[in-house]
């Protein structure tokens, strides 16, 4: 029921977002239309975030309890992550092109997201190469709290080193650097974006639940 | 005044409905998978094979 719910909700509000980042919202005075990729980028980095941190956590209480539940949230969460985070990367570089005049460039955020989408790929890998599932999920869960290491890395780079990526707009401590419409739009597309990501979430790991007891 | 740029902005959403609706459907196909246990268990009937003819 809780999934049905989350599904509908996270369809109402992706398809509003949409709406509201393609026709509502207002064309930006420097970037032009395009800057309406950045009502998909900046969620989906977020959403990235916040699975690869509930991985963390996850692994850090399985290893702790061992229970197969919390795994089953670990296992879910990392692959709706890694999703978001192929979504960040590709929406990044289509954004880069016109704005940049290329689609990629080694810099610390963009090499850092890399780094992290390769790391969260090989934490699935792991769990599909291992064929004992508590020994698999014991790696895993090794690798997700390793792995969290990076997503700091990704968030302060800009900070850290000089790049060609722009700091945080959002993301950051203090005030919004952003007019009301802008901000509000991708508010709105924050909201929605975590709410498919739990919808996404809960069903993978009742799925995962299923295949386990019909395996057993 | 910058270039409007649409198709780059409908090549980024693209992608994301892709990625997404692919998950989405992957999801739903595993969902229907573990829904028919009979057939998983007996494995769908395979067809008769007909004798080759000479």
């Not at chain 1, 963009?110 to 390769?118: E, R």
């Not at chain 1, 090794?142 to 959002?170: E, K, N």
């Not at chain 1, 950051?172 to 952003?178: C, E, H, V």
Request: net charge positive; aromatic share 12%.
């Amino acid at each position: 029921m809780l999934t049905v719910v989350l599904g509908w909700l996270a369809a109402a509000g992706v398809i509003a977002g949409g709406v509201l980042a393609l026709l509502v919202a207002p064309r930006e005075l420097t970037q032009g239309n395009v800057q309406r990729i950045m009502y998909l980028h900046v969620p989906s980095v977020w959403v990235a975030y916040l699975a690869f941190a509930v991985v963390f956590v996850a692994s850090i209480g399985y290893l702790w309890k061992r229970t197969a539940a919390i795994d089953r949230v670990a296992h879910s969460s990392a692959e709706v992550g890694v999703i978001f985070t192929g979504i960040t990367i590709a929406t990044g570089a289509i954004w880069g092109k016109p704005t940049w005049g290329t689609w990629w460039t080694w810099d610390a955020r963009l090499t850092s997201v890399a780094i992290l989408f390769v790391m969260y790929v090989g934490y699935l890998l792991v769990r599909a190469m291992i064929d004992d599932p508590e020994r698999g999920a014991r790696y895993a869960a090794v690798l997700g709290i390793v792995a969290a290491l990076d997503i700091p890395l990704v968030h302060f780079s800009v900070y850290w080193w000089r790049t060609l990526h722009q700091p945080p707009s959002i993301m950051k401590p203090g005030p919004a650097t952003m007019p009301g419409a802008i901000l509000w739009t991708l508010l709105f597309n924050f909201v929605a974006f975590t709410i498919l990501y739990l919808y996404f979430v809960t069903k993978r790991a009742r799925l995962l639940r299923a295949q386990q007891e019909a395996t057993a | 005044m910058t270039a409007d740029h649409w198709g780059f902005v409908l090549a980024a959403y693209g992608v994301a409905v892709v990625a997404l609706g692919g998950y989405w459907r992957r999801l739903v196909h595993l969902e229907r998978t573990l829904k028919a246990p009979a057939l998983r268990a007996t494995g769908s009937p395979r067809p008769a094979r007909r004798p080759v003819s000479s």
